[in-house]
């Protein structure tokens, strides 16, 4: 009897728990097997190389990660962009990094976080093998993830985050500086807008980046560029992004793309992109000196922007712009849509199909080819004609 009213008590107090929200929400160790009752007390008592993972519920703790760890939310493995999430383990506050060396932070729910001297994931320094993937930032004070202009950030990915409603309007994003060794930013989707007017500065910012692929993303509602690429910059590839709405400031030098140039190595490779509904599709910065510097804007749907599709404002050098859809097949409106010294804008795509793409120039459709029978009729249809005309005029 009394372990019968024993169970009855236990099962009466988690419900209790359960429906006035307060149930205690788990932190564990894997590695160690160990269990937490904070995010920060999993840490401090962690090893590099340990796996932390966080229950679903709200953590209302600003993080130090001084250790090289994985920290796992109940979303590690599904996108934050178009996966089916289970319940979130929100986090209210910050992280911060000063570990240097492989950290990877995935599956979690940033929620309205202040970050009045930071941002919300800052890198201090430099670091190697970070991950940040399948997280959702929702209305965040500041940039979603952040390491320093000066800083070296190396094989960093940065995949399948959803960020939404950043309130700063200095904010970006993404900005990483010093990227370096083989990093992606890969599949995340910004919408810079907050009650639907754009806010974000810019989407994704690269102070200097080397070996970088920037793929699969979609950014929209930024007021500045929605992707960026400046400082030194070599083998950088961008491709199949979408990027609509932005630099609504209407900046003369701004885009969808904005390129700096003078310091570039190159290659840039700019291919398999939309860039619609912005001021300018691709742009490089008034002033560049891009003379020598490989830049290829390749296959891109350039069209519906109110300015340019391509702006150069570069002192000195052109972009390489071959089979990109303009939004018309008429070589004159092609070529009034580019600003600058621009390359092999002719021959352009045909349609907007990039996974198809029809490289050509709109010429006159010539007459169809006739074999020797209708060649002769035709001729003495000519010859007809002209006995009948030469007889009018006589009579």
Not at 8 to 21: K, P, R, V
Not at 34 to 46: G, V, W
Not at 85 to 114: C, D, K, M
Not at 267 to 280: D, K, Q
Request: some cysteine; glycine content about 10%.
């Amino acid at each position: 009897m009394k372990l019968t009213r024993l169970k009855s008590l236990c099962l009466t107090l988690s419900l209790l728990l359960f429906f006035s929200g307060g149930v205690m929400a788990q932190v564990n160790n894997t590695t160690q097997s160990t269990s937490h009752t904070t995010i920060q007390d999993a840490i401090d008592n962690a090893s590099d190389g340990d796996v932390i993972t966080v229950d679903a519920g709200t953590y209302n703790e600003i993080l130090l990660i001084d250790k090289s760890i994985s920290l796992f939310g109940p979303n590690a493995g599904i996108s934050a962009v178009d996966g089916t999430r289970l319940a979130e383990a929100r986090l209210l506050q910050r992280i911060n990094i000063s570990e240097t060396e492989n950290v990877t932070v995935s599956g979690f729910e940033f929620f309205g976080v202040p970050a009045p001297t930071t941002w919300t994931i800052y890198i201090y320094g430099n670091s190697n093998n970070f991950t940040f993937e399948n997280n959702r930032f929702i209305d965040t004070e500041k940039d979603a993830i952040r390491s320093g202009i000066t800083s070296s950030t190396g094989n960093i990915t940065v995949r399948g985050n959803l960020i939404e409603g950043i309130t700063n309007t200095l904010a970006s994003g993404i900005l990483l500086g010093g990227i370096f060794g083989t990093s992606v930013i890969a599949d995340n989707r910004i919408d810079g807008a907050v009650g639907g007017v754009p806010t974000t500065y810019a989407g994704i910012q690269t102070p200097s980046a080397t070996d970088l692929i920037i793929s699969g993303n979609e950014i929209l509602n930024t007021t500045n560029q929605g992707l960026q690429i400046a400082g030194t910059a070599d083998n950088v590839r961008i491709e199949n992004n979408t990027i609509s709405n932005t630099n609504t400031s209407e900046d003369t030098d701004k885009g969808a793309i904005r390129l700096y140039g003078t310091d570039f190595f190159g290659p840039i490779i700019i291919t398999g992109n939309t860039l619609i509904g912005s001021y300018n599709g691709v742009a490089v910065r008034n002033g560049e000196d891009l003379d020598g510097i490989d830049i290829l804007v390749e296959n891109n749907d350039l069209s519906g922007n109110s300015n340019f599709a391509i702006y150069n404002g570069a002192d000195n050098g052109a972009l390489d712009a071959p089979c990109n859809w303009y939004g018309s097949t008429d070589p004159v409106e092609v070529a009034n849509s580019v600003e600058g010294e621009v390359t092999n804008v002719e021959p352009f795509l045909m349609t907007n199909d990039l996974e198809n793409p029809i490289c050509g120039v709109q010429d006159t459709e010539p007459l169809p080819a006739m074999d020797g029978t209708k060649k002769a009729a035709l001729m003495l249809i000519v010859l007809g004609l002209v006995v009948v005309l030469g007889y009018r005029r006589m009579a």
